[in-house]
């Protein structure tokens, strides 16, 4: 079974709003939102690939990530481990470079259903923390 090793970056701007991107019609999961990110490379760490992933897919310099957490998904044909991060600052403002959809939600509203499976456990505990506040 293949394996993918994904590097997620939760951006939060200061009004407590998430950063999301749609995925496109023709991919894996299409049209469901997703916190932007991508695979990790050969001899990289999961930060290197958040920062390069972040830069070519919303045009953003990342100047502050911390860990957050792990997530592993199975599917039926692929196995997916992501490395989530809280990213609270960058330089530019976050757009959808390769011309998706974006849009900034607030935490408290975020929509499990709306992710990917392998998402909806970190979506659940982004909603509580945010309620928690």
Do not use: C
């Amino acid at each position: 079974m293949k394996h993918l090793q994904v590097a997620v970056g939760i951006i939060r701007n200061d009004r407590g709003e998430i950063f999301l991107a749609q995925r496109p019609s023709t991919s894996h999961m299409a049209n469901m939102w997703e916190f932007p990110g991508g695979k990790i490379e050969a001899n990289e760490t999961a930060q290197q690939a958040l920062v390069r992933e972040l830069q070519e897919e919303t045009g953003i310099e990342v100047t502050d990530a911390r860990p957050y957490d792990l997530a592993d998904h199975h599917y039926p044909d692929l196995r997916v481990t992501l490395h989530f991060f809280i990213v609270e600052g960058w330089q530019g403002e976050p757009y959808g470079r390769e011309g998706q959809p974006q849009r900034w939600v607030e935490q408290k509203a975020l929509v499990a259903d709306e992710f990917p499976p392998a998402n909806h456990d970190i979506v659940a505990r982004l909603v509580a923390e945010a309620a928690a506040v």
